[in-house]
């Protein structure tokens, strides 16, 4: 029996009451699991014991302000979203909070239907960012340039050791058993073997294209958004376009047809 899926748990700072737990009751009824807090110091406990998926709070509070929540949130754990909520005629306040690290804003009066929609993307936009970071770890360990010495030391090292004679397979490597050559194979007679694996540099490449190429295809061509999905800078990653030969307009032409055929 499959354990159920994990409710986002949702870190709620608002010192308004009433707020505070029509946004409970609204964020419970959506899938979320909201733990509450009244002070921007009650907030900064709660969310030194861990475990939150994203933080929701009100820019002004009776202790700390929304700007300073979000840069101590950010020094602490920069990897969870923090969502802010500002009044009427706050616009200031709130692009403020977006220089300082906060990954977006809502303004007052708000339905809990939109929190939850901007909870919601910026959850999965974590989520995508670190499995993207995880994706390029594995990829760079196995396919680091020192690997590559490595890799063919211990394939060296492998034959050495095998006795003289063995017959070997398709790719090199020495049989143990199976049916004996065949005599016209002996003699020069048989068809070439099938080209041997992709070399591992020109592996590397092609999964790099690929990864790129579906990071822009989601994107529509939007290399801002792009690296930030792939967890690396907008200069970084015009780089690795640059050393790929991926040409991000050609995305964004197909995103542009795709909205014109959707209108």
Do not use: C, W
């Not at 946004?23 to 406990?45: H, I, M, N, Y």
């Not at 490597?173 to 194979?185: E, H, I, Q, T």
């Amino acid at each position: 029996m499959e354990a159920a899926p994990t409710k986002p748990r949702v870190l709620v700072i608002e010192d308004e009451e009433s707020i505070r737990l029509a946004l409970s009751k609204g964020l419970t009824r959506l899938g979320f699991d909201p733990v509450l807090a009244a002070t921007g110091k009650e907030g900064v406990d709660r969310f030194t014991a861990g475990g939150f998926d994203a933080v929701l709070t009100d820019v002004r509070l009776p202790d700390l302000s929304g700007l300073d929540i979000v840069a101590i949130f950010s020094e602490m754990d920069g990897d969870v979203p923090v969502v802010v909520m500002t009044g009427y005629g706050t616009l200031e306040t709130a692009l403020e909070a977006l220089r300082r690290g906060a990954k977006d804003y809502v303004q007052k009066p708000f339905s809990t239907e939109d929190v939850g929609r901007l909870l919601s993307r910026s959850i999965d936009e974590r989520r995508l960012t670190r499995e993207n970071r995880r994706l390029r770890a594995l990829v760079e360990r196995r396919f680091a340039s020192s690997g590559y010495e490595h890799v063919e030391a211990e394939l060296a090292s492998r034959r050495a050791s095998e006795p003289a004679g063995a017959p070997r397979g398709t790719n090199g490597s020495r049989r143990s058993g199976g049916p004996k050559a065949d005599p016209a194979s002996a003699a020069g007679d048989a068809p070439p073997a099938p080209p041997g694996p992709l070399a591992l540099r020109e592996a590397q490449r092609r999964f790099e294209v690929d990864y790129v190429g579906d990071l822009l295809a989601r994107t529509g061509g939007n290399i801002a958004a792009a690296a930030r999905l792939a967890g690396i800078s907008r200069p970084n990653f015009h780089k690795k376009l640059r050393t790929l030969g991926v040409d991000s307009t050609a995305f964004k032409h197909a995103a542009r047809r795709g909205r014109h055929a959707d209108g």
